[in-house]
């Protein structure tokens, strides 16, 4: 049923929820997208998986709810990955697997997930803040999510490790995760 979604479709799927907020907000609208594109390749790249419509659907509705829309399609992406079976390790390290420390960590999509000091070959790392957010999404806390408070910043943060992860693992990019990268870009 999805693999038969265009792009049209989809926004006018999207504008069918409830809320009005999704209309005329370009943002909104391209996480909107990003969840459409990634359902949509979902089912084109593989047998259908189980929970890929209920999934979408859910993220539309928080997407609809939600005030900033980052936070919703993060939540989204923690949720794919999951049911992809993509999920990064976020709590031993993906290389050695060592329970991490509770302090900043390097991540790496091709190892898979966060790494320890010996491990990481001196990336960047993420904050504790962005990985304990990610845990938390990870174990599906959509209540205490909603309630957390997440800058621009951290926000960041969270949405590097998650959109790498994912691309790690898919053939083509996404073209909407790339318009919300240019977008961002130009802001
Ligand atoms: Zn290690």
């Known amino acids: ?10 926004v006018a799927q999207v504008e069918r929820l ?7 907000e370009v943002e909104r609208m391209s996480h909107a997208a990003l969840i459409a594109e ?10 259908p998986v189980d929970g890929v419509y209920e999934l ?8 609809a709810r939600e005030s900033d829309p980052r936070r919703a399609s993060a939540y989204f992406l923690t949720a794919a ?3 992809l079976g993509y999920a990064p390790q976020l709590s031993v390290c993906a290389s050695c697997e ?5 302090k900043p960590a390097a991540f ?9 000091d010996r491990d990481d070959l001196g990336m960047p790392p993420t904050s504790l803040a962005a990985i304990k957010v990610l845990r938390l999404m990870a174990a599906g806390d959509l209540q205490t999510y909603r309630r957390l408070k997440i800058d621009d910043a951290l926000m960041t943060e969270i949405e590097h490790v998650l959109t790498t992860q994912l691309e790690h693992h898919l053939d083509r990019r996404l073209k909407s995760l790339q318009f919300l990268h240019d977008m961002r870009a130009r802001s």
Request: charge should be negative; proline fraction near 8%.
């Open 98 to 102: 060592k329970p991490l420390p509770a």
């Open 56 to 63: 979408t659907v859910t993220a539309l509705e928080e997407l």
């Open 108 to 116: 790496s999509p091709s190892a898979g997930g966060f790494l320890c």
């Open 1 to 10: 049923m999805l693999r038969k979604l265009g792009q049209l479709d989809v």
């Open 38 to 47: 990634l359902a949509e390749r979902v089912c084109e790249d593989r047998h």
């Open 18 to 24: 409830p809320g009005t907020r999704i209309a005329g």
């Open 81 to 83: 990955l999951e049911l």
